[in-house]
């Protein structure tokens, strides 16, 4: 603790404790305007929503990361 009266450590727990939630909303509302965007169809834009929503951070990262795209027919 120094003069000014701030506990440093106290304040790292407050800043992790708040930047969490915030990390896990802005993530989920780039995943699902990012789902938005995709091509797939009804069913699985559903499951990867509840994805995104359900899962804290791991769901929207997971959804960046396999970037799914719908199968489309070979001809």
């Given at each position: 603790m120094n003069a000014m009266g701030i506990n440093w450590?106290?304040?790292a727990i407050q800043?992790?404790?708040l930047g969490l939630p915030c990390l896990w909303f802005?993530?989920?509302?780039?995943?699902?305007f990012a789902l938005r965007r995709?091509?797939?169809t009804g069913t699985?834009?559903?499951l990867w929503a509840v994805?995104?929503?359900a899962v804290p951070v791991l769901g929207?990262?997971?959804f960046f990361i396999v970037k799914?795209?719908?199968?489309?027919?070979v001809s």
């Open positions: 450590a106290f304040f800043t992790a404790m802005i993530l989920s509302l780039f995943g699902l995709s091509h797939l699985n834009q559903a994805l995104i929503a929207a990262l997971a799914p795209v719908e199968n489309q027919p």
